[in-house]
C-alpha cells in the first residue's frame, strides 16, 4: 500500500490523519519505557487493536522491514506508520512525535549532571547504577541469543566477531563481514549457478581503519559525522551502540572516558524512547546544545533516509533469501560486538565484591521476574546512596 501523497493545498482528511500520527507517537515517547520490543509491543496495541490503522500482516511487514535496514527499530517503527498513515509529513510527525520527548527529558538529565556530576553524592549514584547497567545488557545478550544464534555456523560467526574484536579489527568491517559470510554461505549454491565471484565484497572494506588513534581534538562536524555514521551502519539491539561508541569516541578520540559512556546510556535506559538518545546526552557533555542537537541529528537521521528509501521495497525485501541471510550474519556480529564490549566495561564498572553482588542480583530479578529496567536503575541509585552513608 502506498503512501497517500500530498497535495499543495492540504486536504482536511490528510491533516486529520498528520494531527492523529503526531498526537499517538508523542504520546508514546513520553511512556514508551522498556526497549524496543516493548516500544513495538504498545505500537501494536495502539495503530492495529485500537485504530485499526494497519492489518496484523501490513504491521508485520514493516516490523520485518526494520530488521533488514540499520537504526533503532521502534523509531523506525514510527516512521514508517506515520508515512503509511499519512504520507511524507506522516513521516515527520511519526519520528519527531516518537523521538522528541525523549530528547528533551535527556537534555534536562545531562544538564543536571553537568551541573552536578562532580558531587560526590552523583559518584556514589553511578557506583550503585552502573553494576545494574551491566546487568541490563547481559540480559540483553541473553534473550537476544536464541534470535540472533540460529544455527551453527552463525554461532560461529558471532564467536570469531568477539575474537576479532580483541584483536582491533574495525567493528562496522566485522559487522558487515559477519553479514556478507552467512550470506554468502546460505546462497552458496545460487552463486556456483551464477558463477558469481561475491566473496570479496564486504570482508576487505574499512580493516585498515582498525588502528586507534591518538586523542583527537574535538569538533561539532566530527561529532555529527561519527553519529551519522553509527546511525547509517548500526544493526541489531540498541546496545550495540556500546560498541560503536567506545570505538570512536572513547578509543579513537578519547573525547569520553567509560564511565561516561556508561553514565549516557544508563540515562539513555531511564529514559522513554529509543536507547539512541545517549548520543543526545553525550553531544550535550561535549558541546552543550549545539553537540546535543547534532549529536541528535546525525544518529536519527539515516532512519528517517532508510524508511523513505525502503518503503516501496518492503513487498520484494520480505522473500529475499539474500537480505535474510545478510540479516542473520549481521545479528550475530552484532552480538559478538555486544559481548566484548560488555566485558571491557564491566571490567570497569565491577570495582569490588560489592558491585560483583550488584550486578548479580540486578541479572537475577531480570531473568526471573523480567522487572522493568528503568525500576532497577532507580534501585541502583539507591543502593549507592545508601553504601555512602553506611559504608
Request: proline content about 5%; overall charge positive; charged content about 10%.
Amino acid at each position: 500500500m502506498a503512501p497517500p501523497q500530498i497535495s499543495s493545498s492540504m486536504d482536511a482528511p490528510l491533516r486529520r490523519r498528520v494531527i492523529e500520527v503526531a498526537a499517538l507517537f508523542l504520546k508514546l515517547g513520553f511512556t514508551a519505557f522498556g526497549g524496543p520490543a516493548a516500544h513495538i509491543a504498545l505500537m501494536h496495541n495502539e495503530i492495529v487493536k485500537r485504530r485499526g490503522w494497519l492489518s496484523e500482516q501490513e504491521f508485520l511487514d514493516l516490523v520485518g522491514a526494520t530488521n533488514l535496514i540499520p537504526g533503532p527499530n521502534s523509531t523506525e517503527m514510527a516512521i514508517h506508520v506515520g508515512l503509511r498513515r499519512a504520507g511524507w509529513l506522516g513521516l515527520l510527525a511519526g519520528g519527531l512525535g516518537f523521538l522528541m520527548p525523549a530528547v528533551l527529558i535527556v537534555l534536562a538529565l545531562a544538564y543536571a549532571y553537568v551541573r552536578f556530576g562532580s558531587a560526590p553524592e552523583a559518584g556514589w549514584l553511578m557506583y550503585g547504577i552502573k553494576p545494574v547497567v551491566i546487568a541490563i545488557i547481559a540480559q540483553a545478550l541473553w534473550n537476544l541469543r536464541k534470535s540472533a544464534l540460529k544455527t551453527l555456523p552463525v554461532a560461529l560467526v558471532g564467536a570469531a566477531v568477539i575474537v576479532l574484536y580483541f584483536l582491533g579489527i574495525n567493528e562496522i568491517a566485522l559487522l558487515f563481514a559477519g553479514g556478507a559470510l552467512v550470506m554468502l554461505g546460505l546462497n552458496i549454491q545460487r552463486l556456483r549457478q551464477w558463477r558469481l565471484h561475491l566473496v570479496a565484497l564486504f570482508p576487505g572494506a574499512g580493516l585498515a581503519a582498525s588502528a586507534a588513534l591518538a586523542s583527537v581534538p574535538f569538533s561539532l562536524p566530527l561529532l555529527f559525522l561519527t553519529c551519522l555514521k553509527i546511525g547509517a551502519v548500526l544493526y541489531g539491539s540498541g546496545y550495540v551502540l556500546l560498541a560503536f561508541l567506545r570505538a570512536d569516541l572513547v578509543v579513537r578520540y578519547a573525547w569520553l572516558t567509560d564511565q561516561q559512556l556508561l553514565d549516557a546510556i544508563a540515562i539513555g535506559q531511564v529514559t522513554p524512547g529509543p536507547l539512541f538518545t545517549a548520543a543526545t546526552f553525550i553531544g550535550y557533555i561535549l558541546a552543550g546544545i549545539p553537540g546535543a542537537l547534532l549529536a541528535t541529528l546525525g544518529i536519527f537521521l539515516p532512519s528517517f533516509v532508510f524508511v523513505a528509501l525502503s518503503s516501496p521495497l518492503i513487498p520484494r525485501i520480505r522473500g529475499s533469501a539474500w537480505a535474510s541471510g545478510f540479516l542473520d550474519g549481521v545479528n550475530a556480529a552484532a552480538l559478538g560486538l555486544m559481548a566484548a564490549v560488555t566485558w571491557q566495561l564491566g571490567r570497569a564498572s565491577l570495582v569490588d565484591p560489592f558491585t560483583v553482588l550488584v550486578a548479580l542480583i540486578a541479572l537475577g530479578l531480570l531473568l526471573r521476574f523480567k522487572i522493568n529496567s528503568a525500576w532497577l536503575i532507580l534501585a541502583g541509585a539507591i543502593v549507592g546512596l545508601l553504601r555512602a552513608a553506611f559504608g
